[in-house]
């Protein structure tokens, strides 16, 4: 494992919209991974190096591993905020954890966590590019 820099995280608000739930309004589970990905995507934006840049680059982070534990459900029109933080970084894998509340009362609602291989555009196993290692570095002063 590479050391990481200071601990960066970055906390994202999402309104729950009528098709992210079931008929009783409750959030629909596999949403939650769905609301992982956005944080894991505005965590990127913050440190300076949205997606489309890491693509640019000519990598990929594909997910190998997902865990999600469900405390509480989200509701129909409720604000939940997204606490996404790079947790850790390998040779050639990344792995981040996620807190998600609801914004009115600070209630966790789920907590989990994603590992990504990095990938070139044919798919081979490589190494972390230097550009996410310098935004890192760059982001956590």
């Not at 769905?34 to 995507?41: K, L």
């Not at 606490?83 to 850790?88: H, K, P, Q, V």
């Not at 390998?90 to 989990?112: K, N, P, Q, W």
Request: aromatic letters at 10%; charged letters at 25%; hydrophobic letters at 35%.
């Amino acid at each position: 494992m590479k050391k990481l820099p200071e601990k960066i995280t970055n906390v994202t608000s999402y309104r729950v919209i009528y098709g992210d739930t079931d008929q009783m309004g409750v959030v629909y589970y596999a949403n939650y991974l769905r609301w992982f990905e956005r944080g894991r995507s505005e965590f990127l934006r913050q440190i300076g190096l949205p997606y489309t840049a890491i693509e640019q680059a000519g990598f990929h982070f594909p997910v190998m591993d997902v865990n999600c534990h469900y405390n509480q459900s989200a509701h129909f029109d409720e604000v939940v905020q997204i606490e996404s933080e790079l947790a850790e970084m390998g040779r050639v894998s990344l792995s981040f954890s996620y807190r998600i509340s609801r914004e009115t009362d600070t209630c966790l609602l789920a907590t989990g966590s994603t590992k990504h291989a990095c990938i070139d555009h044919a798919g081979h196993v490589t190494r972390i590019p230097k550009i996410l290692e310098d935004a890192l570095k760059a982001a956590s002063r």
